[in-house]
């Protein structure tokens, strides 16, 4: 076994797990996020701009999705950066508030406009190349398992919440 063999199974291992531990951050907040957009949907300033970002083009559309990204991806290593140099609270609410953002935006974007974006043939050769990579990590064992216990802690809320609501007059 050559040195190259061993730095290559060591770096796919390292990122698998970072693109793991990246994805399972987006899906906790996802889930977060999908649960506040709903209750904020019927604000009139966010009917107008949704009506407005649905008036644009593909490609409008597509420089309107990318600015959260370009302006809030850096957000994770300043965060990195601020938890490594002692700073860990402000490390965490900055990743915590940035990633929050970024996913809300991104994601609200992509759902309403995801027929335009899709007729771009870049942005759907770019999605139909990331979304088996997202599949793949999603049917390892490492990534179910975090999930079910993800759906047993929700579960376990909302059975907190529902004994609270009985005892509550």
Do not use: C
Not at 101 to 117: C, G, P, S
Not at 138 to 155: F, H, N, S
Request: aromatic share 14%; proline share 6%.
């Amino acid at each position: 076994m050559t040195f190259r063999y061993w730095l290559k199974r060591i770096l796919k291992g390292v990122v698998l797990t970072v693109a793991v531990l990246y994805f399972l951050i987006d899906v906790l907040f996802l889930s977060i996020i999908k649960f506040i957009f709903k209750h904020l949907a019927n604000i009139p300033v966010i009917i107008r701009v949704s009506a407005w970002i649905a008036s644009l083009g593909p490609y409008p559309t597509l420089a309107l999705f990318l600015i959260p990204i370009i302006l809030l991806e850096p957000v994770k290593p300043v965060a990195a950066y601020l938890v490594a140099t002692g700073h860990a609270v402000y490390g965490v609410l900055i990743i915590i508030v940035g990633e929050a953002i970024k996913i809300a935006v991104v994601e609200r974007m992509f759902q309403m406009n995801r027929d335009k974006l899709m007729s771009i043939p870049a942005f759907a050769w770019a999605y139909n190349l990331v979304m088996p990579w997202l599949d793949y990590l999603r049917a390892l064992p490492a990534w179910q398992a975090v999930l079910q216990r993800y759906e047993a802690a929700k579960a376990a809320v909302r059975e907190i919440i529902a004994s609270w609501r009985k005892r509550s007059p």
